[in-house]
């Protein structure tokens, strides 16, 4: 009998595909999911919600298609990646829950099984905020570190190894080897295992707040929790959005601000949280 990952984390995966790249991403990320459940017999998509931003029927359909079992809502109109994780914040059936992973559309799964890692270490460490899943060796961090860019580095998966709220320099310690997690002084990210509650809070500010940018977020997170924790070897990369092997993929972390507007395409970076006239459910 195939049993559900975990029990205590919300799944959520946002999706926009305004044009065929994303739509083949998408269908890659999706698959990536399928191949992690089946071949490791376990299960998400009861815990699954899926948000999708206004795409076209066509990845409607693939949605539907692939998540018989999961919530699907949808909206006529992109309103950004802000507002979908907003919308779904405020609705009553996510209180059933004390963690959520969100998924971005771009995002391809090798290690989904280790979500139940993520979630048992929030529940053993109570003074870590949350874990960070993305593509990370913490034995080989001089391939991630942004601002060293390696020549050898791991361009699709770079992240700045200064904290920008303390000015200090990213350590990590080991916190428990059964688990693959170390503590950290990284900084909160969507893209990760947070806590609900924490989550919905920074949220809250953020809409009072108007014009946002994701440093804003990491500052209100670092305010609940200084200490977050690093999942060794992360479960997902973001190679999809990234331009490598001649791949042109739209992205907001690699693409023209020029194309992106051209596109309705909201950047994760700097946003408005807007609110929904009308959301479906599939």
Known sequence: MIQSLTEKTLYL???????????S??????????NEQ???NFDIEKNLTVF??????????????NFKSSLIFSTQENKGYWSAINWILQQSFTNSYEYIYIIE????????????????????YPFLGSVRTQEYDVKNSILYNKTLAHPSGRRYAWVAHINHVT????????????LMVYQSNFLACLHSVNRMKTLKKCFQ?????GNISENTFQEYYHEEYPIIGQLDGGVFHAKLGC???????VSGSWTSKEKLKKINYFTTRVDVIRDYESVVTL
Do not use: M, W
């Open 25 to 34: 991403a998408l269908e890659q990320v999706i698959q990536s999911l399928k």
């Open 167 to 178: 000015g200090e320099n990213i350590t990590t310690q080991n916190l428990d080897d059964d």
């Open 105 to 124: 559309a771009d995002h391809f799964h090798f290690g989904l099984d280790k979500i139940k890692n993520c979630e048992i270490t929030l529940d053993k």
């Open 205 to 209: 500010r953020l809409q009072a707040l």
């Open 243 to 249: 331009t490598l092997d001649d791949k042109n993929i």
């Open 52 to 65: 999708d931003n206004g795409s076209p029927n066509e990845t409607l359909e693939l949605l539907k298609r």
């Open 38 to 40: 089946q071949t490791k």
């Open 13 to 23: 995966l946002v999706t926009y595909c305004p044009e065929q790249s994303r739509f």
